[in-house]
């Protein structure tokens, strides 16, 4: 499936936010900005927090039975979703969050097989470490 033209871009920063060691802090904007405005996002709000979920779970070192592809994909998506500046800038009200909910089912569908394999994975999970992996990290220097 082939992706949305104004999202390549995103997969560029996304690579670049991994190399430079910078993921905690953006799930962290991510978190922040779906408190403030997920409820314009619907059915999709479950999608954004399995993406974070996944990246949350990568970055602490527990689930890394994901592709690299699936991980820049699902990086990229949550760039989108917290670009202001997007294909339909945010503040069009309403209509600024259709490209990121479209953004969001494209990665959901494109790596549906990686996301249903971390959906198993996330069942196999005591509830302690759904709780602990539930937590964001606390803001500050990256690193474990």
Do not use: N
Not at 2 to 7: E, G, L, R
Not at 19 to 29: C, K, N, V
Not at 92 to 114: H, P, Q, T
Not at 129 to 135: F, G, H, N, P, V
């Amino acid at each position: 499936m082939k992706a949305p033209w104004f999202f390549f871009r995103f997969f560029r920063l996304a690579r670049s936010l991994l190399a430079d060691g910078r993921l905690r802090e953006f799930l962290l904007d991510v978190a922040r900005k779906k408190e403030r405005r997920g409820q314009w996002l619907g059915g999709f709000r479950e999608e954004l927090h399995l993406l974070q979920l996944l990246c949350l779970a990568w970055w602490r070192g527990q689930y890394r039975q994901v592709s690299q592809q699936a991980l820049l994909a699902s990086i990229a998506g949550l760039l989108y979703f917290l670009s202001p500046l997007d294909a339909l800038p945010d503040w069009f009200l309403g209509l600024g969050y259709l490209d990121d909910i479209a953004v969001l089912a494209w990665v959901a569908r494109s790596w549906r097989g990686e996301l249903d394999a971390f959906r198993a994975w996330l069942a196999t999970q005591s509830p302690q470490s759904l709780a602990d992996l539930e937590r964001l990290p606390a803001p500050g220097p990256e690193g474990r």
